[in-house]
């Protein structure tokens, strides 16, 4: 593999970071998280200009067909960019259930509106437990139609159709669908919200073959780490700038060791995230036998770092961190977010113990 990013995909990244800076500067976002949906359709159409909502996806069904790798890049500059609205939910999410489970045809009918900006989409996943493991979920489809509630569900109120990862398959449902009932949650992202769902024999089409679920979800997990990194590279640019301006003792902060320890930790963990989620991205895009436990192995690492580069550079900031006007507190609220989205360190710990002790068994079962 090469360890580097080729002439287009740096020129993919570059493009994409002066583009969110010139659509979606700190301002936008500001505006954007005090509406009801952080959504706004003038944003999303150039999101879809640039054909982002394509990215990954065959050119069979209106996308642009660059892979999973260039997603991954595109992901890590929008969480730069505290891009708010349903990008991640619809792209990095559903299409990347949709485009795994669906049959071509269904594929056609929703897969193509995402690639197109056509449509906007979600996955409800996380139940009463509030627990990733798909092993566990209560909610089943009975003669075509969901009873029963799903919880934490991003930007539902603007999704054109929510996939539901029910226990006996995998459904999509219109939002317009009667018993569907869509409430607010608080949340801890202020760009991203949050819905609880309430189905009441609610019709429901089954997509495809749910066998290929998990794989659908490692490329969202992937995506989220990138995210991730992307978020943890802004800090970690705010925190060295705020230390090289403010002063104590008549002197920058960043002149004394303690804070240089701080940004230089802050630095180490997030080019660490990024290497795990790059490797992620590449197993995933040339289906390694270890993509599976690369994807766990970045979302173990980035949840922790995530958490800790947010600690780092609010306690560099001091008191300025926690003030309103500061960005920082705004990236620390999308990456606590992100720590629990998909499993936090401890279910992806117990996941990779359980990939690993499968394999020697295995191994020991033809040797």
């Known amino acids: 593999m090469e360890f580097g990013l080729s002439e287009s995909q740096q020129l993919l990244k570059d493009n994409a970071r002066k583009f969110f800076a010139t659509e979606c500067p700190m301002a936008e976002v500001r505006r954007l998280m005090d509406t009801d949906t952080a959504y706004d359709a003038t944003l999303w159409a150039k999101i879809v200009e640039q054909g982002y909502t ?64 056509d449509a906007r989409s979600t996955v409800a996943f996380l139940e009463e437990r509030a627990t990733w ?76 073959d749910s066998n290929h679920l998990s794989k659908a979800l490692d490329i969202a997990t992937a995506a989220l780490c990138a995210e991730m990194v992307g978020g ?19 002197k920058p902060i960043g002149s004394f060791q303690a804070v240089q320890h701080q940004c230089a930790d802050m630095y ?30 970045a979302k173990m690492y980035s949840s922790d770092a995530s958490r800790t580069v947010g600690n780092r550079g609010i306690q560099v900031h001091g008191g300025m961190g ?7 507190h705004l990236y620390y609220r999308r990456a606590k977010a992100s720590e629990t989205a998909f499993g936090d360190a401890t279910f992806h710990r117990e996941r990779i113990a359980r990939l690993v002790i499968d394999e020697a068994a295995a191994s020991a079962k033809h040797a």
């Open 268 to 297: 180490l963990e997030t080019e660490s995230s990024r290497s795990a989620a790059y490797y992620a991205a590449w197993a995933l895009e040339h289906n390694a036998p270890d993509a599976t436990l690369a994807v766990s192995i």
């Open 133 to 208: 493991d798909a092993t566990h979920l209560q909610l089943s489809n009975v003669s075509g139609k969901l009873s029963g509630e799903k919880l934490f569900v991003t930007d539902a109120a603007i999704a054109d159709w929510i996939v539901v990862i029910a226990r006996n398959g995998v459904f999509l449902v219109d939002r317009q669908s009667p018993g569907l009932e869509i409430s607010p949650m608080t949340g801890m992202d202020l760009t991203r919200k949050l819905y609880s769902l309430k189905f009441a024999q609610t019709p429901a089409e089954k997509l495809g």
């Open 232 to 250: 943890m590279q802004r800090t970690l640019e705010l925190t060295v700038e705020y230390a090289k301006t403010r002063k104590q003792f008549g």
């Open 322 to 328: 926690f003030t309103w006007e500061n960005d920082v």
């Open 54 to 117: 394509g990215c990954m996806f065959s050119e069979e069904f209106g996308g642009v067909g660059l892979g999973k790798a260039d997603f991954i890049l595109l992901m890590e500059e929008a969480g730069r960019a505290l891009l708010p609205g349903p990008f991640f939910s619809t792209v990095a999410l559903a299409g990347a259930v949709i485009d795994a489970v669906a049959s071509p045809d269904q594929k056609k009918k929703y897969l193509a509106p995402i690639c197109l900006g």
